[in-house]
């Protein structure tokens, strides 16, 4: 490993000897070694050379020498001269001045701009679209590149043709974040697209990260192809539930379906006794081990994006009586109209018994004034036989006086 990385770096000056005619500027990968050729300088000592560095580590110019020691695990100076950076990080970006004088006594100097860079991972779209509304805006979906550094840019891009944002059918929200610790960037580009009417049905959507630095290729994430539909109105919401009529035994199972078709589908709540249920969007709901606490009326909701909230007509869910709730009710039942059944016979009875009562002491009564009035009959008859006997002799008398 330290043989590989000794050879890159050596392989890194030597590019740089053929370049290091005044200032330039120079780009070193995060973690790999950094040489830096001081040109002008004695290949073997004694050397007369100076390196000035001013970077995100020091707050004015640090002196390192051949004669001066290192600096710490940051910098050393090469017996031919050079710096070596072992391991370039993002604080090592700045100025780096190299003044060498010859065994001639001739002045060189050497001037670089270091910059770091590190490449992130392959961007990647999180949270896709599968659908899309032809007309209506929505989300495609996130793009993300995590990990690099400076912090670069992304794009996105339509059928392989990059996509501009202009505030009607395509925006982009962008946001920026930084690693407190390892100082690299995290990126985030979220796409907002209005897809027009007629257009593809599949569009292709990709995007891609670029870091801005010369000759370095962008990175380009896998393309998504949602789905574009074509608006449909919401016709009538209707709830079908099985089994037909709402009525379950108790323990069973009851499906209801919200029927609401419309070009994206909508968006399905539910209702039961006029207040929403706290349960994610579906078009159905199931109710299983129906008890008590699930009867109800219930009812959906269907939001469109385009036609807003529509409610179905309710349906109402109950429990059917078992066969004991039955008869258990019958026997109730029964006894009651037994019951009734006797009171009315009593009542009949005991009016049967006060009128043939009545009819009895109505009968004697009558009896009573016949043995009454038979009495007063027969002291008339008397009296009417002495008159008729007192007028018989009157008359003989009258007839004895005659001749």
């Not at 370049?19 to 830096?36: D, H, K, M, W």
């Not at 707050?59 to 710490?72: M, Y």
């Not at 920026?176 to 569009?203: I, K, Y």
């Amino acid at each position: 490993m330290a043989t590989r990385a000794a050879a890159g770096a050596w392989v890194l000056v030597l590019s740089l000897c053929a370049a290091v005619a005044g200032s330039q500027n120079i780009t070193a990968r995060i973690g790999e070694p950094l040489v830096l050729n001081c040109k002008g300088a004695p290949k073997k000592p004694p050397q007369q050379l100076e390196w000035k560095l001013n970077t995100g580590r020091t707050e004015a110019w640090k002196v390192l020498s051949p004669q001066g020691a290192p600096w710490d695990s940051v910098a050393r100076v090469l017996p031919n001269g050079s710096l070596l950076l072992p391991a370039v990080g993002i604080q090592d970006e700045g100025t780096f001045r190299c003044r060498a004088m010859n065994r001639h006594g001739k002045e060189t100097k050497s001037n670089y701009r270091v910059r770091v860079y590190q490449i992130p991972g392959e961007p990647e779209i999180v949270d896709p679209a599968s659908q899309l509304t032809a007309g209506v805006p929505s989300k495609v979906g996130t793009c993300v590149s995590e990990g690099g550094y400076p912090a670069g840019t992304l794009s996105w891009h339509l059928d392989g043709k990059p996509l501009t944002p202009d505030g009607q059918g395509v925006a982009v929200k962008e946001q920026t974040r930084r690693h407190p610790e390892t100082g690299l960037f995290t990126l985030q580009s979220e796409l907002m697209v209005t897809p027009a009417r007629g257009r593809a049905a599949r569009p292709t959507f990709s995007c891609s990260f670029s870091s801005g630095l010369p000759r370095r290729k962008a990175l380009h994430a896998a393309p998504i192809y949602p789905t574009v539909w074509e608006p449909v109105a919401l016709e009538n919401v209707q709830l079908v539930v099985e089994p037909e009529g709402g009525t379950v035994a108790p323990g069973g199972t009851v499906t209801l379906t919200c029927e609401a078709p419309a070009q994206p589908p909508p968006e399905i709540h539910w209702i039961k006794d006029g207040m929403p249920l706290p349960l994610p969007p579906s078009s159905v709901l199931l109710l299983p081990e129906v008890g008590p606490q699930d009867q109800g009326t219930y009812s959906c909701v269907a939001t469109h994006p385009s036609h807003g909230p529509q409610e179905s007509p309710a349906v109402s869910i109950s429990i059917a009586k078992t066969d004991e709730e039955r008869q258990t009710t019958g026997s109730v039942g029964g006894s009651g109209l037994g019951t009734l059944a006797l009171a009315l016979g009593t009542l009949a009875a005991l009016g049967i018994a006060a009128l043939l009562i009545g009819i009895i002491m109505w009968q004697r009564r009558r009896r009573q004034g016949k043995e009454r009035k038979a009495p007063e009959s027969q002291e008339e008859e008397e009296e009417r036989a002495e008159l008729n006997q007192s007028e018989e002799p009157e008359t003989a008398e009258s007839g004895t006086g005659g001749p």
